[in-house]
């Protein structure tokens, strides 16, 4: 037994010790045997790729816009980070409203003001105002993943979550991929203003579909979460909710390194064009796609086996971020192939861990605080997002060179093994302080 790592049941026994999900399994909760649960699956699917087809824009954009406005690098890493400055600090409170509100007008609200502002961010003729528009689509944009924890922990069972959040969380692959040829495409034949205003309409045509095809929880569902709400003092004190949020940061910190700095990075390295290193930016993310959904079904599979939930979860969390450290070896290379292979693989396993942690976010959280919860944990995500960039820009200055920012990557990645096998401990539902087990 090594802290939470007990795989102590024989592999095909069940494990009577693995609680049940609080607020009702499978047999009591008629929103985990729905066949509508697969739809939202679909919906969540889609979002998450928007989302990151609008991370990804302004990353492709980045070189003709540092020509056109004489930037430099650390003020473009400045507005590269600048989405997450509000990102960040709209975390909680999103996760809070997404409790309070529901998904269908959180979501629907969200869509109609990110595709505006996306659209809005061709209208920008300097530095202050390129930071002004990311910095309020970080804003509009912040309730999406505190969301997913209600989608996972309301509509899909236990042994269902990790694979539910690894098809889902595939989207950030495509929307990474498809997005960066999408964008290359639109600024080669159209200008960098015209590929906002195109993806900002994409996104306003997803809020559509949210707000006609989403349906709210059963009443029967909302009753049986009332019974163990957890106070706020109880959410923050708990020791799994941090080692999760410590361990997601580092996935999020070497995603969005890649995310926003890419690009640039196939650009002055490789002397790539744009439309090339948009191409191989691409290729990077696209490794993720299957990976994802099957790291997801691993996860399951191993639950399904009779091993505990936290080994089943810390299997794939610890060593996909040890592996994903291979992404510190890629700026020693001149082969632009090699480089994109190790970063390729480096990023596949470390979203990954994310992605399981984003399952094991929802097995752990009580129902009534299923969104507070991901906005704690997504909180690390924006926080990535923030330094990240700023720490590059700086780096780049200073060094010349991207082998630094690739290395301070992967030892970022090591940090989040270290939480993640030691910090997090048993996995299993919080209850309300006095509540028993």
């Known amino acids: 037994m090594v802290d939470g790592f007990d795989t102590s049941p024989e592999v095909g026994t069940p494990n009577p010790a693995s609680p049940a999900p609080a607020g009702g399994n499978a047999a009591e909760c008629p929103e985990h045997e729905s066949p509508y649960r697969f739809w939202v699956g679909v919906l969540a699917f889609v979002g998450v790729v928007i989302t990151f087809i609008d991370r990804v824009n302004l990353s492709v954009a980045a070189p ?23 990102y960040t600090v709209m975390q909680i409170p ?3 409203m997404v409790d309070r509100v529901g998904l269908k007008k959180t979501f629907g609200w969200m869509y109609s003001s990110w ?17 002004f528009v990311r910095a309020l689509l970080g804003f509009v944009e912040a309730p999406i993943y505190p969301g997913l924890v209600p989608v996972l922990r309301r509509w899909f069972r236990e042994g269902e979550r990790a694979l539910a959040m690894g098809a889902i969380g595939s989207g950030l692959a495509i929307g990474l991929s498809l997005g960066s040829v999408l964008a290359g495409a639109l600024i080669t034949a159209f200008g960098w203003q015209t590929m906002f205003v195109a993806t900002g309409i994409i996104s306003l045509l997803i809020g559509v579909l949210w707000l006609v095809t989403y349906r709210e929880l059963s009443p029967r569902f909302r009753e049986q979460g009332t019974g163990t709400r957890v106070g706020w003092g109880r959410l923050l004190r708990e020791r799994n909710v941090w080692g999760l949020t410590l361990g997601y940061f ?5 995603l969005y390194f890649f995310l926003t700095w890419l690009p640039s ?36 599979f ?10 089943s979860r810390k299997i794939i ?12 070896v890629a700026a020693f290379t001149h082969n632009p192939y090699l480089a994109a292979a190790l970063i390729g693989v480096g990023e ?19 129902p009534d605080h299923a969104g507070s919860v991901g906005g704690i944990m997504n909180t690390a995500a924006g926080l990535g997002g923030v330094v990240a960039p700023i720490l590059t820009g700086i780096l780049l200055t200073a060094t010349h060179t991207f082998i630094w920012p690739m290395v301070v990557a992967g030892l970022v990645l090591a940090l989040s093994a270290v939480s993640y096998g030691l910090l997090v401990g048993e996995i299993k539902p919080m209850l309300a302080a006095g509540a028993k087990g």
């Open 64 to 86: 003709d816009i540092l020509r056109q406005f004489h930037l430099s690098r650390v003020v473009m890493g400045v507005a590269l980070s600048a989405f997450f400055w509000t």
């Open 94 to 96: 999103s996760g809070m």
């Open 115 to 131: 595709g505006l502002v996306t659209a809005a961010t061709a209208l920008v003729r300097s530095a202050p105002g390129l930071s």
């Open 250 to 254: 580092g996935n999020n910190y070497s």
């Open 265 to 300: 990075f196939f650009v002055s390295h490789f002397h790539f064009t744009i439309l090339r290193a948009s191409f191989f930016t691409g290729l990077v993310f696209v490794t993720g796609i299957l990976g994802k959904p099957f790291a997801g079904w691993l996860s399951g």
């Open 302 to 311: 191993f639950l399904r086996r009779g091993f505990t939930l936290t080994f």
């Open 317 to 328: 969390m610890v060593p996909a971020c040890i592996l994903g450290m291979t992404v510190a």
């Open 348 to 366: 596949t396993f470390s979203t990954t861990a994310g992605i399981v942690c984003w399952a094991t976010g929802a097995d752990i959280a009580p």
